[in-house]
């Protein structure tokens, strides 16, 4: 008997035959060839369905959603509070920012939709519809079980900037930390301060709980920041006015063609569905506005006898000064004019512009 040194695995059936001292037939070679033929082409086909995959992924959806968002280290960096910082921090959360929009739970049921007494930044369950799981605007208060005691202050800075919570989270992008990174050192340095000087709400609310796929894709939004952010020349009206609006009229940005052009549709508690509006000098914006109405209006929530949807956070944008909202006007009418007619009046028609159902959108 022939005793082989090596196990046959691996070789070709006419090394086999061979071995044993057998002959082989046509047959056997031949498929033995078609098998290994048959494993290289599957072998390909696999490794070209990876390629494919991963330039997919790359040019699409991007890694993140698999191996987690961007974030860089935290800092032990605190923000002295002085009268100044305290004044500057209150005139953003309280009026900008709209800090108190989402963090405060209101009344609906009046216009302005002003906080639920007691319950200033003791955040909440946020009332959208639509929304791809539960989102919860956290408590801010610095009590030190349900809100904000506990947090250093590079967490709040990095949460408010970057998207990224106290607990190392993903913060589902409705909180516009893609917009809020522009805000300049300063600025977080001054929220920050008057965050920790408010009376501490005792308010126990559930974590964010975002569903599949959303919850993976969400871990592409947040990006750190590495470099100081300046201040902006607040002499500067038109500077001020950009920094301003930049910050505080997301809404009407929503659709990237048209900045500032409108088209974000929104559904909650106000009462009827709304869609933001077009606030640039185009006639089917708010070429008619002079300063004097566009006070008027961020200051009431009408213009003229139309009432506006207490979405529209005229209850904050009330505490900000005439100075300012003459800049946010003046900055507004630099912008390129879009053509893309809102009225939250008429029934809702589909508009090709925004790819939105809003009010007047078949007249687009």
């Known amino acids: 008997m022939i005793r082989l040194k090596r196990p046959l695995t691996g070789w070709n059936t006419q090394s086999r035959c061979v071995a044993v001292g057998v002959g082989c037939t046509n047959s056997q070679i031949n498929g033995e060839r078609l098998v290994t033929k048959t494993r290289k082409i599957l072998l390909l086909t696999f490794g070209g ?45 309280q009026g900008l920012l709209g800090c108190e ?6 009344q609906w049921s009046t216009h302005g939709a002003p906080n639920v007494p007691g319950m200033e930044l003791a955040g909440q369950i946020l009332p959208l ?6 989102v919860v605007a956290p408590n801010l208060t610095p009590d030190p079980e349900t809100g904000s005691g506990t947090w250093t202050d590079d967490q709040i800075a990095r949460s ?22 522009t ?19 005792h308010n126990p609310l559930p974590k964010t709980k975002i569903k599949f796929p959303v919850n993976y894709l ?15 020349n607040l002499n500067d009206a038109l500077e001020r006015g950009k920094y301003m609006a930049t910050l505080g009229c997301g809404c009407h ?4 063609k048209i900045p500032y052009g409108g088209g974000e549709t929104l559904s909650g508690p106000w009462g009827a569905t709304v869609t933001s509006a077009n606030i640039t000098q185009d006639p089917s914006g708010i070429s008619y506005y002079d300063d004097a109405l566009f006070i008027k209006t961020l200051r009431t929530g009408y213009v003229g006898a139309r009432q506006l949807s207490s979405i529209m956070p005229f209850g904050e944008f009330q505490n900000l000064t005439d100075d300012d909202l003459k800049a946010i006007f003046a900055y507004l009418k630099t912008v390129p004019a879009a053509k893309h007619r809102v009225d939250n009046t008429l029934p809702a028609t589909y508009c090709k512009i925004c790819k939105h159902m809003h ?3 078949d007249q687009n």
Do not use: N, Q
């Not at 519809?129 to 539960?134: F, I, N, R, V, Y």
């Open 160 to 181: 408010i900037r970057e998207g990224i919570g106290h607990d190392d989270r993903t913060i589902f992008p409705m909180m516009p930390y893609d917009v809020y990174r």
């Open 49 to 93: 369905i990876c390629l494919l995959l991963a330039v997919a992924i790359t040019f699409t959806i991007g890694w993140r959603p698999f191996i987690g968002p961007r974030k860089r280290a935290l800092t032990d960096r605190h923000f002295e509070s002085t009268p100044e910082r305290l004044a500057r921090g209150r005139y953003l959360v």
């Open 101 to 106: 929009s989402c963090h405060s739970p209101k």
């Open 359 to 361: 009010g007047a959108g």
């Open 183 to 201: 805000l300049s050192d300063d600025d977080v340095a001054a929220v920050v301060v008057f965050l920790r000087s408010i009376p501490p709400v």
């Open 218 to 232: 969400v871990r592409g939004a947040p990006e750190p920041i590495t470099e100081p952010v300046h201040s902006v």
């Open 129 to 134: 519809a639509g929304l791809p799981g539960t």
């Open 253 to 256: 940005r929503a659709v990237e």
